[in-house]
């Protein structure tokens, strides 16, 4: 069966430090990968989309990055962060082929910037 | 512009039944998901519509109307644990999802 794990589950970060979150997903092959930000009592916020290695989509410009160096891994990035970039990140994954698309989800990073 | 809505909350009594309502404009149509999501957890899938009608799955139910871009998830024999968030998604013509804000559902004994 496929897990998705993402790391750490909790963060509180200095504003201007820098910022990396780890997904892995296992038990599945070329997955499309996704993080999203969902902010308190929002809905979920695309953010970056990848259908491959080094493929990277990009849905809303800001200060954050994401890549993808591995077929099952997914990273999100900033070099400075920003008050506003406080929020509950989720990685999801889901099947390559186009269709029906169901989304799974990582158990989520909780960021806090002071 | 693309556009999903729902009602922000709603509040229903144990063991009653509750319908959560969304519309949406979309730029295509590849289907509807609903999700669930409890308070600080990740959203889980519960249902997926495509074709026009009612799809039952337990204690839960979506029906989905292509002409009149609804979908409404109902849930039957409420229960305490049925407190959650209920996100409504719609996958557009570039299989992307496009999410709704989420409709807090309380339940109260």
């Known amino acids: 069966s496929q897990t998705i794990h993402q790391w750490p589950a909790t963060l509180v970060q200095p504003v201007g430090s820098p910022l990396s979150l780890e997904c892995t997903v296992e038990g599945t092959s070329n997955p499309n990968l996704y993080w999203y930000r969902q902010a308190a009592g929002r809905g979920l916020q695309l953010l970056f989309y990848s259908v491959g290695i080094g493929q990277i989509s990009s849905e809303v410009p800001q200060n954050l990055s994401a890549s993808r160096p591995q077929d099952r891994q997914f990273i999100l990035s900033s070099k400075k962060l920003l008050l506003s970039d406080s929020g509950f990140y989720l990685c999801a994954w889901s099947a390559l082929a186009g269709g029906y698309n169901e989304q799974f989800f990582g158990p989520g990073t909780r960021l806090t910037v002071l | 512009g693309q556009n999903i809505d729902q009602p922000t909350e709603m509040t229903a009594t144990e063991g009653a039944i509750v319908q959560i309502n969304c519309t949406y404009q979309t730029s295509g149509f590849n289907g509807l998901f609903w999700y669930q999501q409890h308070a600080g957890e990740a959203p889980t899938f519960l249902s997926y519509n495509v074709l026009d009608g009612l799809e039952e799955k337990g204690r839960f139910s979506s029906f989905l109307s292509r002409s009149k871009g609804y979908s409404y998830l109902l849930l039957k024999e409420l229960q305490m644990k049925d407190s959650a968030s209920y996100l409504c998604?719609?996958?557009?013509?570039?299989?992307?999802?496009?999410w709704g804000a989420g409709t807090k559902l309380i339940i109260k004994p």
């Open positions: 998604a719609v996958m557009d013509s570039n299989y992307q999802l496009i």
